[in-house]
């Protein structure tokens, strides 16, 4: 089972920008699909993006296309998620995640960090 930590998070006004980081460890880093998830107070966790284990494929939502960026960087065992143009309402805790298929990481059955706050402020 692979161990992820996620840091980076913090307050910023709106339209800042943040970047998370996520280090794995425990596991062939470069086997695992890897993906953001938030959870907002009172909200489900939900998928925001991810990107496979050659890099090669990187999922979106809709809202966050153009403004959050995924890499890896598989010789540092470390996920990067790169948010721009932040909105009050994505105030949440982000998630690291790591699964051996795609599938199953966008479906939530991958293995979990702890979480790091994002506050945007309006």
């Known amino acids: 089972q692979v161990q992820l930590v996620e840091s980076g998070g913090g307050l910023v006004q709106a339209g800042g920008s943040l970047r998370l980081s996520c280090v794995a460890s425990?596991?062939?880093?470069?086997?695992?699909?890897m993906g953001w998830f938030r959870q907002a107070p009172g909200k489900e966790r939900e998928f925001v993006l991810g990107?496979?284990?050659?890099?090669?494929?990187?999922y979106y939502t809709a809202s966050e296309k153009g403004r959050f960026t995924i890499s890896r960087d598989n010789a540092k065992n470390s996920v990067y998620l790169q948010m721009n143009s932040l909105k009050p309402e994505e105030t949440a805790v982000y998630y690291c995640?790591?699964?051996?298929?795609?599938?199953?990481?966008?479906?939530?059955?991958?293995?979990w960090g702890q979480g790091t706050q994002v506050t945007v402020s309006s």
């Open positions: 995640s790591a699964e051996k298929s795609v599938s199953g990481l966008k479906l939530g059955f991958g293995s």
């Open positions: 425990g596991g062939t880093f470069s086997n695992y699909a």
């Open positions: 990107i496979s284990w050659t890099g090669g494929i990187i």
